[in-house]
């Protein structure tokens, strides 16, 4: 197969991605021909990675709208992305911890947020404006599931890209950013298009949990204010 490996990472986040290319480079399905794909802002070289790395330029805007603007930049990349068989997007700030193979190729792949595993309904963050186009009733919830890491067939893919995209702008159109961005959003389109594969918080675990359990990939806890400032 050939697999899209996605992700996103302008001015201060560029120091994340030495660590998750050499873990992908290790773990990410290792059997299958992976490329990478990285949107960002600066032109740079990285020397010797065993994947080619396609670099898409982009511009960079300020929090929130590089997590917000997500699924537009997939979407403007799409006549390139589409001749991949899978793609997968996960944070710049994460890395693969163990392997990670063929269990994740499903037509829509989404991961249970680790915040939410054993959590009530009442307490899921899903968007609760109704003027919102990612509006969804707790009560009506499945799960509630993480911005970080998401994937599937191409096709699937971008078909999901295109819609959270297009329902963020008429968001945007009526002055409206949803509660946790893309994240909110993409809760809405997998309660709308169900997820054929539903990954466990192991792929997607903040590296302050404690646990036994032996992770898949690792959310780094950063300082949010930081890398959200524009110095
Ligand atoms: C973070 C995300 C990064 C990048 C950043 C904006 O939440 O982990 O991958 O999208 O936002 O530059
Ligand atoms: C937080 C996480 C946010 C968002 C939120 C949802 O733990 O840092 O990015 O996912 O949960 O309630
Ligand atoms: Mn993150």
């Not at 300020?62 to 603007?69: A, I, Q, R, S």
């Not at 499945?142 to 067939?153: E, R």
């Not at 893309?182 to 949990?209: A, G, Q, R, W």
Request: aromatic fraction near 16%.
């Amino acid at each position: 197969m050939k697999i899209a490996l996605v992700n996103i990472a302008t001015n201060k986040y560029i120091s994340f991605l030495p660590k998750l290319y050499t873990t992908a480079n290790m773990f990410f399905l290792n059997e299958h021909e992976v490329d990478y794909f990285l949107f960002s802002n600066l032109d740079f070289l990285i020397n010797n990675c065993a994947r080619k790395i396609h670099i898409k330029k982009i511009e960079h805007k300020p929090w929130p709208y590089m997590t917000l603007n997500r699924y537009k930049f997939f979407t403007e990349a799409e006549d390139q992305l589409k001749q991949y068989d899978y793609i997968y997007y996960c944070d710049v700030d994460m890395y693969f911890y163990s392997k990670v193979g063929n269990e994740i190729l499903s037509d829509r792949v989404a991961t249970i947020h680790p915040g939410f595993f054993n959590s009530k309904k009442t307490e899921y963050t899903y968007e609760d404006n109704p003027e919102s186009t990612a509006f969804l009733k707790n009560e009506d919830g499945d799960n509630y599931y993480a911005g970080g890491f998401n994937g599937g067939s191409s096709r699937e893919f971008l078909k999901m890209a295109k819609t959270i995209n297009e329902n963020i702008t008429k968001d945007e159109e009526k002055s409206i950013i949803a509660k946790w961005h893309d994240e909110s959003h993409l809760n809405k389109y997998f309660f709308v298009n169900k997820p054929t594969k539903i990954l466990n918080p192991l792929y997607c675990f903040p590296d302050n949990f404690s646990s036994d359990l032996s992770p898949k990939i690792i959310a780094i806890t950063k300082n949010h204010e930081l890398f959200r400032s524009e110095v």
